[in-house]
């Protein structure tokens, strides 16, 4: 699983360079979309199809279910990582995390978040001054 935080910067093309300690993550292609607090998620694609299964399994008669689809899926890219270890994000996904300078490449346990360097601190600020969960970390270190 990818963990670490690595700074970056996207090119005049949208390029953004996918730190090496995560390469071997998303070796196989990956699927780039819209993520939670205006972020970008980068799921590799063995766990992008377990993901379309449960969507389809979405009630359709659920509002709420259809927005999320909407939201998660309609924005979707598959990418794969070029030469020079990077990958082109989708201007309309550029657009949603506001990530045409400096970024932050951050691992999670399923996938790799792409986040506007301003909005990482901003959120890793808002996290620090009330941590979340805490009777979940108890739960997780026993």
Not at 30 to 37: F, K, L, N, Q, S
Not at 61 to 73: K, L
Request: aromatic share 10%; with cysteine; glycine share 8%.
């Amino acid at each position: 699983m990818p963990f670490g935080e690595f700074p970056y910067t996207v090119d005049d093309k949208g390029r953004v360079v996918i730190p090496p300690a995560f390469r071997d993550f998303v070796e196989d292609g990956m699927v780039v979309t819209r993520g939670m607090e205006g972020c970008l998620y980068v799921f590799p694609m063995s766990a992008w199809h377990r993901i379309e299964e449960r969507l389809t399994e979405l009630p359709l008669t659920d509002p709420d279910a259809r927005n999320f689809v909407r939201f998660f899926y309609s924005g979707a890219s598959k990418a794969k990582i070029d030469a020079a270890g990077r990958v082109t994000l989708p201007p309309t996904l550029r657009q949603f995390a506001a990530t045409t300078g400096n970024v932050v490449v951050a691992g999670a346990p399923n996938r790799l978040e792409i986040w506007d360097e301003q909005r990482w601190l901003a959120n890793l600020h808002e996290v620090q001054s009330s941590p979340p969960a805490p009777d979940l970390l108890r739960e997780l270190v026993g």
